[in-house]
Antibody, heavy 117, light 110 residues
Framework: QVQLVESGGGLVKPGGSLRLSCAAS????????MSWIRQAPGKGLEWVSY????????YYADSVKGRFTISRDNAKNSLYLQMNSLRAEDTAIYYCATLPDYYFNYWGQGTLVTVSS | QSALTQPASVSGSPGQSITISCTGT?????????VSWYQQHPGKAPKVMIY???KRPSGVSNRFSGSKSGNTASLTISGLQAEDEADYYCCSYADKRTYVFGTGTKVTVL
């Protein structure tokens, strides 16, 4: 069965950096676009970024462009999100999800990132 | 990349039908038949209920249906059940190859 497990969240100071990971299993990882989606506490969902299976197609939301970098390692069945210059408004649960056909199919349980001094 | 507009809350009695609207623009909902809907229970990850406007993933009840007219998409839940009480979000593919989510709707079963 498909499983996505995020890790790497935690407390970080404004201006700091954090790298999130998403370990995938139960499907052919390299065949799928993957995405990060976040949800601030008590708020709605916000799409963050996606990457193609061969990592030649990458897009970001304007709110994170230039600060976040999505990447993947198909040999390790892993998706990553490098987050730099973090701001208080980046505080959220970060979910990774498969993106098979213009919709987010399988989701992980999320990892909480808190940006606070 | 402004969020799609959904009503904050919708309620109905068991067995009734409810409809949640999702209003976007000609840069997202109006231009692409790529609207999806997600159900999220408290403390849980979202679950896809509808994709490509009206398609249901396997395993999703046929009580859930989707449609679109112009810049507005809709999710209808028929035969409302207690387990349908959750937050619902629409999402659309948009210009510049991005995605935009809706503001979210809390569904209450009375």
């Amino acid at each position: 069965q498909v499983q996505l497990v995020e890790s790497g969240g935690g407390l970080v100071k404004p201006g700091g950096s954090l790298r999130l990971s998403c370990a995938a299993s139960g499907f052919t990882f390299s065949d799928y676009y993957m995405s990060w989606i976040r949800q601030a506490p008590g708020k709605g969902l916000e799409w963050v970024s996606y990457i193609s299976g061969t990592d030649d197609i990458i897009y970001y939301a304007d709110s994170v462009k230039g600060r976040f970098t999505i990447s993947r390692d198909n040999a390790k069945n892993s998706l990553y999100l490098q987050m730099n210059s973090l701001r208080a408004e980046d505080t959220a649960i970060y979910y990774c999800a498969t993106l098979p056909d213009y919709y987010f199919n399988y989701w992980g349980q999320g990892t909480l990132v808190t940006v606070s001094s | 990349q402004s969020a799609l507009t959904q009503p904050a809350s919708v309620s109905g009695s068991p067995g009734q039908s409810i409809t949640i609207s999702c209003t976007g623009t000609s840069s997202d909902v109006g231009s692409y038949n790529l609207v999806s809907w997600y159900q999220q229970h408290p403390g849980k990850a979202p679950k896809v209920m509808i994709y490509k406007v009206s398609k249901r993933p396997s395993g999703v009840s046929n009580r859930f249906s989707g449609s679109k007219s112009g810049n507005t998409a809709s999710l209808t839940i028929s035969g409302l059940q207690a387990e349908d009480e959750a937050d619902y979000y629409c999402c659309s593919y948009a210009d510049k190859r991005t995605y935009v989510f809706g503001t979210g709707t809390k569904v209450t079963v009375l």
